[in-house]
């Protein structure tokens, strides 16, 4: 059921109705009036990625030369329905491509920079009885020649 789940919310962040970074350009106003009104008080910063995910050190780690997932930045642990999704995968500089999968779907994550990965977006609303539940999407960089490197973590849906 879980699996069901995240597939669904994969396949519509994959296209079903998902908007990635639209912007509305507004009408310009056929005469701008000046207004005289304090500057508003700039608010406090609400953090980008709430969940940080970072690798443990380990005597087994990878040869130099294999690809690397260094961290994993997300909105939160537990993705709102509707609502927000920000991904943030950094990786080694010879990662080209970053995808997110579960239950046989992906979403690709553009490439921001060279070992820099972005996505946001909104994750749809979904049926309530997917609601509560948690399922593990795998975070999967490639190099161009083939080699790769998964994390897997346990994402919730509310």
């Known amino acids: 059921m879980r699996a069901l789940f995240l597939a669904l919310a994969l396949a519509a962040l994959l296209g079903a109705g998902t908007a990635f970074a639209q912007t509305e350009t507004p009408a310009?106003?056929?005469a701008p009036t000046?207004?005289?009104?304090?500057?508003?008080?700039s608010p406090t910063p609400t953090p980008a990625y709430k969940f940080v995910w970072l690798?443990?050190?380990?005597p087994n780690a990878p040869a130099d030369h294999a690809p690397q997932i260094r961290e994993i930045d997300l909105g939160d642990q537990t993705l709102v329905t509707p609502g927000e999704l920000r991904v943030r995968v950094k990786t080694s500089r010879d990662v080209t491509s970053v995808t997110a999968r579960t239950l046989g779907r992906e979403?690709?994550?553009?490439?921001?920079d060279?070992?820099?990965?972005?996505?946001s977006g909104?994750?749809?609303a979904v049926p309530a009885f997917l609601s509560g539940r948690t399922f593990?999407?795998?975070f999967?960089?490639?190099?161009?020649?083939?080699?790769?490197?998964?994390?897997?973590?346990?994402?919730?849906?509310q």
């Open 28 to 30: 310009p106003d056929a």
């Open 34 to 41: 000046p207004q005289a009104t304090a500057p508003a008080p």
């Open 55 to 58: 690798p443990t050190p380990s």
């Open 107 to 112: 979403i690709g994550i553009p490439r921001q």
């Open 114 to 119: 060279a070992g820099v990965f972005v996505l």
């Open 122 to 124: 909104m994750v749809p």
């Open 136 to 138: 593990d999407v795998d």
């Open 140 to 157: 999967v960089a490639a190099t161009d020649d083939g080699r790769t490197a998964t994390v897997t973590l346990p994402l919730g849906l």
